[in-house]
């Protein structure tokens, strides 16, 4: 069930991801809300598997499965790169395309040989965010990068695709910027500022 529930300025949540890449962005684009994260990871809880074919689907069930572990509320995201020579895929199977160890190498090149000599070299980043109760409650928030493939992977920053998107309105790849620069406009730095904006409750004036 959904509803207009909010959480509290400097309440504590878990953030369902074992992915440390995330962890440090969640924090850091968090850090001025008060509120203090814990990741799955810290507290030793197990990875669901992630059985839906929609990020609505993959989150909710880390945010659920965190929450009702913990009793605590859970914020999850799931995310993607969609590219639109390859109908959108990886897309929410992104993770899956590197394989059992996380090879980003293997996905990257993945990717481009799919394309092939496609002339569209269109992508986006997509995120979409869940935050859960312990009681079943969820919210959601989504944020999208629109950009393109470039190749060969450029750039040591950031993880996962990022080496080979260029956001619109830039010539560097997402792993050629530095952090702020990245969060300012990535898809998980805009559905995260309209979490911060619909699912904290604000300070009073």
Not at 87 to 103: I, M, T
Not at 127 to 142: H, I, K, M, S, Y
Not at 148 to 173: K, L, N, T
Request: glycine content about 10%.
């Amino acid at each position: 069930m959904s509803s207009e529930r909010r959480l509290q300025r400097g309440e504590r949540i878990v953030l369902a991801s074992h992915n440390k890449g995330k962890l440090v962005e969640f924090r850091a684009l968090l850090a001025e809300s008060g509120i203090e994260i814990v990741s799955a990871a810290e507290l030793g809880l197990a990875e669901p598997e992630e059985t839906a074919d929609s990020f609505e689907g993959n989150a909710a069930i880390k945010a659920l499965a965190a929450a009702k572990a913990t009793g605590l509320p859970a914020l999850s995201d799931d995310s993607g790169f969609c590219v639109a020579a390859l109908d959108g895929r990886p897309g929410v199977y992104s993770a899956r395309w590197a394989g059992p160890d996380g090879n980003m190498t293997l996905a990257m090149q993945r990717v481009h040989d799919e394309m092939g000599a496609s002339p569209d070299k269109k992508a986006a980043f997509v995120a979409v965010l869940c935050l859960a109760w312990p009681d079943g409650t969820t919210r959601f928030t989504e944020g999208r990068c629109e950009g393109e493939v470039c190749w060969p992977p450029r750039g040591d920053q950031g993880h996962g695709y990022d080496p080979i998107f260029v956001p619109q309105g830039d010539c560097r790849s997402f792993a050629e910027l530095s952090s702020d620069e990245k969060n300012a406009t990535s898809h998980r730095g805009r559905a995260l500022t309209r979490f911060l904006q619909s699912c904290v409750t604000p300070d009073p004036v």
